[in-house]
């Protein structure tokens, strides 16, 4: 999809048996992950208790050049971060992972996800004293493991007590001077998997994808609830907040995630092939080729195209990675955003009945011009399905859906006034009850809430207020008199 | 296909009829050539006769920053390179457009192909006091142009009278003080293709998907042997170098153009699909499902599955775009370099007989390497179908393929050797004959000479060296006594 | 003197009446205020509240671009910080202004100086559960105010009660919501001036150069142990911790301070004159020139000629500055570091019986190699005459002052034999004495614990330790159980 | 002089008996070089044969990187270049060294100076076809020689034979594949120098200054019209242009050279003390101190305060050396141009008959501007002492001198106007007689041009129009029909 929802961030984490190149495996496997998050990333490197540390603002390969990567030097453990934010919040002091010094010394951490509760912790821990530099959750799940640790004898020990009073999405991967950790939310929102190397190497990850470019073997995905310790070559397992089956976000099936992860045993790829068979089922329609927008509804429309019979096709070429660097295209007078990043191929569509596939529509604008490209190519028909259900509701728990009134789910009252609006022949959506079909056999359940505001644990109280209101606001300031 | 043929050039011009941000406009449509050299760039801008010029190495988004295109400032005129470059050629003297000054003033001009007999006329105007800044054959043709200059009357004329001395292949946009010209060799090795835009600029390009870009609409190829002079907002022929059809790299439709490209009147993903189902015809084979080497193998795939019945798959994820400042792959312990290109997509292969297909195979190393990483995620058999047949013999005509010694085609003296040696379980090459199937309907031939060693123009003398041993080399010396 | 002791900050607050370019402003005086630390830098902007930040490692004119400048934005208060730190302690997070968020919202704050009991304060905040993001002292006085401010009714109490706890040297800006407030520790080690500008802005400088190149008028200095409070057009006093007159560091005279600075009354560029004229009275000689090592020994040196009667000369010429970016000199086998910085000028001293003046010796190296340039260029004789007594004794307070066993006049037991060691015919330095000298006129005393071992606050109670030994270092772990 | 009068170049060349880092030894010549021209710079280093080169706008250390120093390699011979140009010419295709192949293979080529007849040079090449990159008198020079080459037998024989038809002012040095040589104009307008090391290294210099940094020895400079072959270890001379003793600029002396170089036998340093002593005897003053305007009037200053008696005094501070991203200070409400560049001691003028020392006024404006901060700082009275006659006449041979109407010697009509718009008790300057003073012992005469209008030789025919605009501009067109 070439819109407007983002996953906040992806997490990594490597223990090596020896001193190595830690940083440079790193870099890969967050070059791998780095469609979870493309505004700002970060490296800590442990070398024997001696933390060494580098975040910025841009691109994997951006901010990590030869000269830097060496400069964070060789460890044996290091953590790393890729992070999507709300333009207004990216700054450098929001960018991950933290490096912090406590009472017990040095700690990394990154966070994928989004605390319902960061506010009154935040203020819990300012009425003791605290000084925030920026202004993430990560920061606030920072002190409180560091207040856990106060009074408990290990950091382990400290990472469950702080369990106790986080709420909402967090998969976490942290380092202590010795120690490897990852946690995951009792729900289990964001995903988290372990991964293991020839060589006794043991590795933490968002997804899978980051295990297979740095050749180690996916071992399980870590449980929610879970906490994992790794030390001296051995993982342990803290199962106190392991409640249930967990939810898992089913956005990172439809959208997020690459489609060549596994997350809780069900390979990407092949829940959003199911998706598009799914959708050729329960929106048949009469037409000459199946197309997909790339990336995100490529998978589906295989899917669509096999359980329907229509034959696949290449719509649209998609344009290489636009760096920071890239110039605004509304100042170029000759092409426009979309231009920009995709073009029709015209001998697949021209003069056919074309079924267009995408994951989801957000605002609509970006789709009504992609559907008026394909009309300029010579479409006769284009009729448009979507693998997944309409966003009704917010999301709060770590992407960034906009808020009702932009979205064109909730600004119309019909899939047919949608359909009028983005200039299609025919639009159906994948209805929730589908989604239960297309995660079959996952070690997990799902969470659907942005479709059925139905959200698995308790939202923050004014729930009218779109979730970035209800947090501290980036610059905000109190000291009026 | 990752491994190591390259187009060398792409060129781009514009005619505006009035003074815009034509720098802007340039740099979309190299954006969009970006595939046809990826090692330097350049942008000259023509503003009422005023040249304002910028080249350096690197990719289009690297090296023309917001600043540097508003430093390049307005024109009615512009014209674009980007190149490919042999590594020890790469310098900014060889970066292209070349701005030169010659007795009647401005002139800058970009090439895309390869002179054969560049060395002799480099010689001749050595003879004359001629001094070369760079080594490449543009500096050549500049000297061709600047010379014919001298005793015609116009530059349009200039380049008539060059086009008797310059043999080989050249497409080229020429810009002086008040023209856009573009001028085509008479056997057409190279593409060259005109557009227009609804508001009366025209627009010359290798390829039509730097017109879609900037919303400019096909209107022809430039004939071989043709010159198009664009002033005064009309365009002007001269055909006298006009010959016969032309005879076009095929090459261009087997691996180098965009698929979403019409050369000649055909579309290259229609060219390639067809060369996927000429290839079922010829190598069938069972097998589970059909997957394409991204991206260039992805279009046949898509021909060999709808001819052979077997269901095209997604095998593979290609990893987006990596610029000049990504590690070296060799320094990293934990990867390789076709790892951090592409990943398998397990779900797809495992358990399967997989058809892989891909356009060529070059040295066949890289190939080996994604064949076992098939097999490492759970292919049963792999059988590899190759859209071309095998190169065995050299291109003098501006690509990059490789000495004899390296290609496995001339190394191997059969095709099972060649199978066996990437490990696959059948492989299958298209023929020379099917070739004339792909682009049936073009308005022209094509050049098979790297598979026929059948070349349209005389190849320099010495046939047995290879072709950049008979250029003058970068940082030679003569003077020594 | 082109050694290597180092003063360590420089700060700057601007308070305007309405909106502006608060940013630029800050920018120029960091500018000028740059030989006070070259390491690393940043400024904090204050539009109605709102933060904008940034600091990073390198020069002012390198960090700040235009471009980043603008994204500073405009506002009506600023503070800024240029900043000297051991090598092993240089990074992002060590760099001012800290800008931080505490439970009344933002704070920023940048300190010159270095606190005694930094160590206790730390562990006193981490056995609370503070988390702290550097090594820096200011992170430790942020947390005082912070704490301070949960029982004081405003910014500027809290700051006053912080005082209470705060042992050591500091001058400090800080800015909250709405003020800019200047604080000087009770003994005025580190100086802080105040300014005005004819237009009603308030400016807080370590010195008063950089009070003039933006226009503004010197006022007074801040008094030792004043808290000077800049809110709605008018300056406020708390002066509480004002204690006596204070005792200022000599070596701000001597060496820190740039010579166009007037500090508590009196102008540096006299003071240095005066002791170059005391020492021409103490260590006489009979000689054709004085000359200067430029730039700190260049006032000294018309001192000594004005009081012996010799001619003064200019020796040296000094390169103009290296930046970040200037290769090591000992990668280029044909120049040497002392080479690079300064050139002697033959004709002054060729055939001469020459006096050499500088500020200090510190190890002495880089001495003797001038000494040796003077002698290749033809000097007959060289004698050395220094304008302050010899390094005994460390520094507490702010300073990077090597440790003993480096320290030549430490190292060695007589003048004689630094003399030898240096290869001067003679050699003086100025005495404790004289000192009271240099000064007279200003408005307190001076600290000179660094020649007589006296100081004026009680050092940490380790005295043998280096004092960068007595600190939190950098990346270390405790946390190993 | 804080102003606008500038030197175009600098030249430098190293031969080394065997392979070394020349390119780092270049670094720092050309480092020591770069008050020459602070525009842009170029380096070429010649392993060999093989030529590597890098030029680009900007300073000597910022465009040369470490990275950058290590990609141009080892070699046994360099040549460089530093350069000042009008705003308008400044850019690449401009900087040298030049790099060309020619019918003999490379050469390199550095130029200080300016052609007197380089339009007609350029014209007589470009009607025999050949082609011009940039607009440097830099590209002419290589075409005559490369020509002569083809009827030459060796590169220094053709250098000679160049030398007929090359009219004005040039030191240039030359890389071929085997030597390194040095030419200056039979006048010798600008210097260039020859050095040597003590393992047997060649150096040639535009000055001394840059031996110095680099620890070659000062042999001599190259004779008006001398030719200097360096190679095999051997240096030999061709003396076929030397004509006479020459006649140097002697604003080389007053300001353009670094005032610890040795210029033909005489101290720059001494010369401009002398100049100060004459204009003390020529336009006496009761004053209560003597100060000069850093850097160019110190030397002036010196000379002055010694001949008068009356005392020499610190009046300025001048801040560091500002690079190419500082901010424009047009952009800066709070400051101006001048105050950014330098800073008033009040307590040296306040109270006191000031005279102030400067080596020239070109507009008159930064003057201005400088006598009011002496004024606002409190000086009683300013007396301007200049140490060089008023420029009425234009330059033809290498410098910047601005055009008539700007120039404030030839817009007032006598000293007391000037001194009535600069705002100064009185004003003197030195007058042509005592020109001839300043250079006494000197190996060669001097070119007083724009004083008298008196040139060495003949100067371009349309003798009213400034020199600029006799020139091929950069970007003009003429291929207009």
Request: proline share 3%; with cysteine.
């Given at each position: 999809m070439i819109g407007s929802i983002h996953e906040e961030c992806g997490v990594f984490g490597i223990w090596e048996p020896k001193t190595t190149d830690v940083a440079k495996t790193a870099y890969l496997a967050l070059y791998a992950l780095q469609h979870r998050g493309q505004q700002s990333c970060g490296i800590a490197v442990n070398d024997d208790g001696v933390f060494t540390h580098y975040r910025d603002i841009g691109l994997v390969p951006e901010i990590f050049t030869q000269e830097r990567l060496e400069k964070l030097g060789k460890g044996n453990i290091a953590i790393g971060h890729v992070q999507y934010s709300k333009k207004s919040l990216i700054n450098r002091a929001n960018a991950q992972p933290l490096h912090i010094r406590h009472i017990k010394g040095n700690m990394a951490l990154a966070h994928n996800g989004s605390l319902t509760n960061a506010a009154e912790l935040r203020q819990k821990y300012e009425l003791k004293g605290a000084i925030f530099h920026?202004?993430?959750?990560t920061e606030v799940i920072a002190y409180s493991i560091t207040n856990a640790r106060l009074t408990t004898p290990s950091i382990e020990k400290a990472v469950e007590k702080a369990m106790y009073e986080l709420k909402g999405a967090y998969s976490c991967v942290l380092m202590s001077a010795t120690k490897l950790i990852g946690m995951r939310d009792p729900v289990g929102i964001r995903p988290l998997c372990i991964g293991k190397t020839s060589d006794g190497a043991y590795v933490l990850a968002s997804e899978s994808c980051a295990l297979d470019i740095i050749n180690a073997k996916l071992v399980r995905d870590v449980r929610p609830g879970e906490i994992v310790v790794i030390n001296d070559g051995k993982l342990t397992s803290i199962t106190t907040h392991c409640k249930g089956s967990g939810k898992i976000c089913i956005f990172e099936y439809i959208?997020?995630?690459?489609?060549d992860s596994d997350i809780e045993g069900v390979s990407v790829h092949k829940a959003r092939q199911k998706a598009g068979e799914l959708l050729a089922k329960q929106h048949p329609v009469d037409a000459d080729i199946v197309i997909g927008v790339p990336n995100s509804g490529l998978d589906a429309a295989l899917g669509y195209s096999k359980a329907s019979g229509i034959p696949y096709g290449f719509g649209f070429i998609k344009n290489s990675y636009i760096g920071r660097?890239?110039?605004?295209?509304?100042?170029?007078?000759?092409?426009?955003a979309v231009k920009i990043k995709i073009n029709v191929i015209k001998s697949t569509v021209s003069g056919k009945r074309v079924v267009m596939i995408d994951d989801s529509i957000v605002r609509g604008t970006t789709c009504a011009r992609i559907v008026n490209l394909l009309r300029e190519a010579g479409a006769k028909e284009v009729h448009m399905r979507v693998s997944s259900p309409p966003f009704i509701y917010p999301c709060y728990f770590g992407t960034d859906i906009d808020s009702k009134d932009k979205l064109i789910a909730c600004r119309l009252d019909s899939v047919d006034s949608i359909a009028k609006e983005i200039g299609v022949d025919s639009l159906g959506y994948l209805n929730v009850d589908s989604l239960y079909k297309i995660m079959e056999g996952a070690n997990c359940g799902f969470c659907d809430g942005c479709f059925s505001g139905n959200y698995p644990i308790e939202i923050p109280?004014?729930?009218?207020?779109?979730?970035?209101?209800t947090k501290i606001h980036e610059n905000e300031s109190h000291e009026r008199t």
């Open positions: 920026g202004t993430s959750d959208y997020f995630a690459r489609s660097s890239f110039i605004q295209p509304s100042q170029c007078q000759r092409s426009d109280k004014n729930q009218a207020v779109n979730r970035f209101e």
